[in-house]
């Protein structure tokens, strides 16, 4: 590992930690309306935004993104598949499901590189083939033994792969994406509010505690995209393809020691054959790594 790496290594350590340990932070709230949850977060994460926007100077980049019709159109939709992950995931942890949620995130690497395949034209090796094929067979297992289709593993790798295809094709940074993001939610985030607050559905006897954990929910989002944003400068692609892996290890640690789920002899042979799969995905990145430094080096 080169002084670069070890620079970065430690906001990229805490991004994916922090990523990691944030279902704690929504089993908290698993008592508030989920609705009300989704439109905080849109919220604060919208004046948190605005602030590091601010400090860092990057207003320019918000008004050449919005001055883009392009751009626009791909923030619409890159919009809408945010506004799904946070809410399958939300439903996740706060429905017990926080296996499936880290299931969706193991198999977020496989998918991004068959979305690449079909629509970027990059091409599938070998390696990469087998793990594709174990992933879809552990899977399979799952559906043919429980007897149903993880939709929400499936829902979360699929919306998290296309959110990542469509920024491929944008010139945005991630703080400028995700602050347009959340302004275009921000309407509806406010028409939620008003009308649980209007009501007076989620209000009553609610404490200075609570809202201050409602509001909490900025830093939950954003904090982590900010060390993310540093260690992406520094370190290398192929060390934060594994760094990766953290967050949804943690999430499965997390659904199996602290809140008990359960974890079916068919919904572990699913991992046993994603594990699988990411061992090949991973050893092909670290081969080919290692054979373009050295062609480089020749």
Do not use: C
């Not at 953290?246 to 002899?265: Q, S």
């Amino acid at each position: 590992m080169n002084m670069s790496d070890n620079k970065g290594m430690v906001p990229a350590l805490s991004a994916y930690i922090l990523w990691g340990i944030a279902p704690i932070y929504f089993k908290w709230m698993a008592d508030e309306n989920p609705l009300d949850i989704i439109a905080n977060r849109v919220l604060w994460s919208v004046i948190l935004l605005a602030i590091v926007i601010s400090v860092m100077g990057k207003w320019g980049n918000v008004k050449a993104a919005l001055s883009s019709m392009k751009t626009v159109r791909t923030l619409l939709a890159t919009t809408l598949l945010i506004a799904v992950n946070w809410s399958v995931f939300i439903y996740a942890i706060a429905t017990d499901r926080m296996l499936d949620a880290s299931l969706g995130y193991y198999i977020n690497p496989l998918l991004s590189v068959t979305l690449a395949y079909f629509f970027l034209n990059e091409r599938l090796n070998k390696m990469q083939v087998i793990a594709l094929v174990l992933a879809v067979v552990g899977v399979s297992i799952q559906v043919f033994e429980l007897g149903y289709l993880p939709w929400i593993s499936i829902l979360l790798a699929s919306s998290f792969g296309f959110y990542g295809l469509f920024h491929k094709k944008t010139p945005t940074d991630s703080f400028t994406s995700l602050f347009v993001e959340t302004s275009l939610l921000l309407p509806i985030a406010l028409a939620v509010m008003t009308y649980l607050y209007g009501s007076s559905i989620v209000i009553s006897d609610r404490d200075s505690s609570t809202w201050l954990m409602f509001m909490l929910a900025g830093p939950v989002t954003t904090l982590p995209l900010l060390l993310f944003s540093m260690a992406s400068k520094t370190v290398k692609l192929s060390t934060l393809g594994f760094l990766q892996y953290i967050g949804p290890t943690m999430i499965l640690g997390l659904a199996i020691f602290v809140y008990g789920e359960v974890l079916e002899p068919a919904k572990g042979l699913t991992f046993i054959f994603i594990w699988a799969g990411l061992f090949l995905y991973g050893f092909d990145s670290v081969r080919r790594d290692a054979k373009r430094r050295k062609q480089l080096k020749n």
